[in-house]
Structure formats: structure tokens, C-alpha cells
């Protein structure tokens, strides 16, 4: 039978090289023994738990939570709103309003004049409310992306309709309610991206669409009070204001691995000599006409004879307002004449389109410059703190691993 007692070893140096081979493995247990309650009393302290069979994405198409209506102001009664009886009476009248995801999903009633939840455990960031010609400004700064399907183009960016009540007179819970329309809300969307005049198509496997981007142009704007602006399109947005109120919730919608926010730089504004950024680079570039025509959006000349008709009306109808803002408000009141008449009818608004529209390509030529000139350039702190990091957008472009949509 086999002895089963340890045979000791000679005497000499194989002893000693024994026994320090057993010193060292004793110690490397207690190293890792160390290392490992280390590591588990560091994971506790910082509550973080990693499960490697847990995996996260953004193949999601990003979405823009709208919806849009018709208003007659000739139904209103209420004294707010006498200035809108008097310039828009019963012509057509297209309003347009974005939603955070929050805010289109959440049960939501009007009390005082503001939306509020309907319930205590709801919570919601906002909305954007816009004429059609407002949102048409905004929406050229946006680009919804597309792919083809069946060799035709559709949209990456998907719309998703509200259809919430919108009370029109404020303080007046027996006023005048409107109640949108789906056909309405992409007739408009289509007029400011003309991929949305084709047919959509929601449900596509994710490799189709993964080399389409959807992108939003953002300027910082040059300030001299210091105040953040950033300009969207023709839309100035001040920061970080306009993401605590809401007005800029809608943009959490487009929270996908599928959109990117470009910087194009800081726009500068020359007010004296009629110019700024757009307006040089359009001139520099041979693209005239529209340095003219966003010229004239920018540093509006002498209204015309139906504007003097609309500033009679509107001075007649609240004289407590500046004669200047009025002014402004009625410029704006015949573009916005004319864009909800070309929806509702299906025309087209022309000369009344915001110029970057209506130049779409000096449009491309002036973002694609401002790409170029930017890169590798780092945006100001605050455009991070009180931007792209509370609308979930502070993860940086990784170029090079992917074909450019």
C-alpha cells in the first residue's frame, strides 16, 4: 500500500526554495483575496452593478411629437385676443404645436391660462407653440434625414401625432377649443421638408435606415448682454431658459443614436450694414438671391399697402400696444396669411417660404461651410451644460466607423 505521508525533503537549498515558493502563493491569495473585497466594497459605495449580458442601443428613429389645427378667430370672443380677430377675422389660421415625449403622453387639462397635469404623479417638460410660419423658420434648421425604400426616398424621422384640445382663449374654460388634425400636421411638416409628400414608411428593419441621419443645425449667437442664444433656422432660443420652461422639449424626442446636433459656429449680426454671417457667406459664394431675400427677412424695409391695411386694423383694434411691435407682428401676420392658405389648399407659399427654404441649396453650401470651418473646434462650455446635456445630446460624433447618411 502506498504511504501516504509527506517524504521530507533533503537538507540544503531544495528546502528553502520550498518553502519560498510557499510564502509567495500564500501571499498572492491574500493579494486577490484583498482585490476582490476591494473591488466589492468600492462597486457597493458607488451603487454601480455591471451585468456583461446586458447590452444598450440607438437604432431608434428619432420622432417629432407634433400636432397642428385650424383656428377661426372670428369664433373668439374673448378681449385678448382682438388683435387676431382684426388681422386674421376667418381666414385660415394653421398652429402647429411640438411636444416632449412627456408632455404628448401625459394626461393634461388648462387651468388659468396654463397647461397643467390632470393627475399628481404626472410630470411633464412642456411645448412649443408656434404659428405655421414660426414653425416653418424653425423647421430649416432641421434636417429629418432619409433612406430609400423601393429606389423612393422616406423619412428617417418619423412623425408622431398628438391630439390634444388646444384652448385658444386663455382664462376662459367655455372658449374656443380647437381639435387637431393628422392630414394637417403633415401637410405642414411636408411644406418645410418635401420628403413628407411621399409616403412614410414606420416599420423597416433596422439595417435599412442604421447610414440615414437626422440633423439639427445650432449657432450660437454673439451677445453683448450675456445672454446664451442659440439659433435654430431663423428661431433664436435663449439658454438655459428655454429647456427649464419647456419650450425646447420637443428636441428629447430626437434623443437617437440616428441624430446629430452640428455646431455650426457663432452667427455675428451687423445691423448697421445690413449683414451678418448668412448674408456674407451667401454673397461670397454667388449666391445673391438669396442674400437678398434673407436680407430683406432680416432688415425688413417699408411695408407694403396690404401691411399699412393690417397696421390700420391692428392699431384700431389695440392701440395700448407699441406702434413697433405691432409692425412686427403684422409682417409677420401676411406671411402667416399666406402659408396657412397654401396648407389648407395645398399651394404652394412661394415668395412667403423663410429663405432658407426657399434656398435650400445655399442653405446646404452654408452648413456644409460652417462644418468644415468648426471642426475640430470646441463649442462654449455653457452650449453643454445647458443644452445638449438636459436633452440627453452630449455624446460626442465618433467619425470614421461609418458611412455618412
Not at 142 to 151: H, L, Q
Not at 258 to 274: H, R, S
Not at 351 to 377: I, N, Q, V
Request: with cysteine.
Amino acid at each position: 500500500m502506498r504511504a501516504a505521508a509527506r517524504q521530507e525533503a533533503p537538507s540544503g537549498s531544495e528546502g528553502i526554495y520550498e518553502s519560498f515558493s510557499d510564502m509567495v502563493l500564500c501571499t498572492v491569495i491574500v493579494l486577490i483575496t484583498l482585490v476582490v473585497v476591494l473591488a466589492l466594497n468600492v462597486v457597493e459605495q458607488l451603487n454601480v452593478y455591471i451585468e456583461p449580458n446586458h447590452f444598450g442601443g440607438g437604432a431608434n428613429r428619432p420622432w417629432l411629437y407634433i400636432q397642428a389645427q385650424n383656428a377661426n378667430y372670428a369664433k373668439t370672443a374673448s378681449p385678448q385676443l382682438a388683435l387676431e380677430r382684426a388681422i386674421h377675422g376667418d381666414r385660415p389660421f394653421v398652429m402647429v404645436n411640438l411636444f416632449s415625449p412627456s408632455a404628448a403622453e401625459s394626461s393634461t387639462t388648462v387651468k388659468d391660462g396654463q397647461t397643467i397635469a390632470t393627475r399628481d404623479d404626472i410630470s411633464f417638460s412642456g411645448q412649443c407653440d408656434l404659428t405655421a410660419y414660426g414653425f416653418l423658420q424653425l423647421a430649416a434648421g432641421i434636417d429629418p434625414g432619409a433612406f430609400a425604400v423601393e429606389n423612393l426616398r422616406t423619412a428617417l424621422m418619423l412623425p408622431k401625432f398628438s391630439h390634444k384640445s388646444i384652448l385658444l382663449e386663455p382664462g376662459d374654460a367655455n372658449g374656443y377649443t380647437l381639435q387637431p388634425e393628422n392630414e394637417l400636421a403633415l401637410k405642414t411638416m411636408a411644406m418645410a421638408w418635401p420628403v413628407y409628400r411621399d409616403k412614410l414608411y414606420p416599420r423597416r428593419a433596422a439595417a435599412d435606415y442604421l447610414d440615414a441621419r437626422t440633423k439639427i443645425y445650432v449657432e450660437v449667437l454673439e451677445s453683448g448682454d450675456g445672454q446664451h442664444r442659440i439659433m435654430i433656422g431663423h428661431s433664436v432660443f435663449t439658454l438655459p431658459e428655454d429647456v427649464q420652461n419647456g419650450r425646447l422639449g420637443w428636441l428629447a424626442g430626437f434623443s437617437s443614436g440616428l441624430t446629430e446636433v452640428v455646431y455650426l459656429g457663432t452667427a455675428w449680426n451687423e445691423p448697421a450694414n445690413k449683414t451678418n454671417k448668412r448674408i456674407a457667406f451667401f454673397e461670397e459664394n454667388g449666391f445673391e438671391t438669396a442674400a437678398e431675400d434673407y436680407r430683406t427677412f432680416s432688415f425688413p424695409g417699408q411695408p407694403s399697402s396690404y401691411q399699412r391695411e393690417l397696421m390700420a386694423k391692428a392699431q384700431a383694434a389695440r392701440p395700448d400696444i407699441p406702434r413697433r411691435q405691432l409692425e412686427t407682428y403684422v409682417r409677420t401676420a401676411e406671411a402667416q396669411q399666406a402659408v396657412s392658405l397654401a396648407i389648407a389648399e395645398g399651394m404652394g407659399a412661394g415668395s412667403f417660404l423663410p429663405p432658407l427654404l426657399r434656398h435650400r441649396d445655399a442653405w446646404t453650401a452654408y452648413t456644409d461651410h460652417c462644418m468644415k470651418a468648426e471642426l475640430g473646434k470646441t463649442p462654449p462650455d455653457w452650449l453643454m451644460n445647458e443644452f445638449l446635456e438636459p436633452l440627453g445630446f452630449s455624446q460626442a460624433v465618433v467619425r470614421g466607423l461609418r458611412s455618412e447618411g
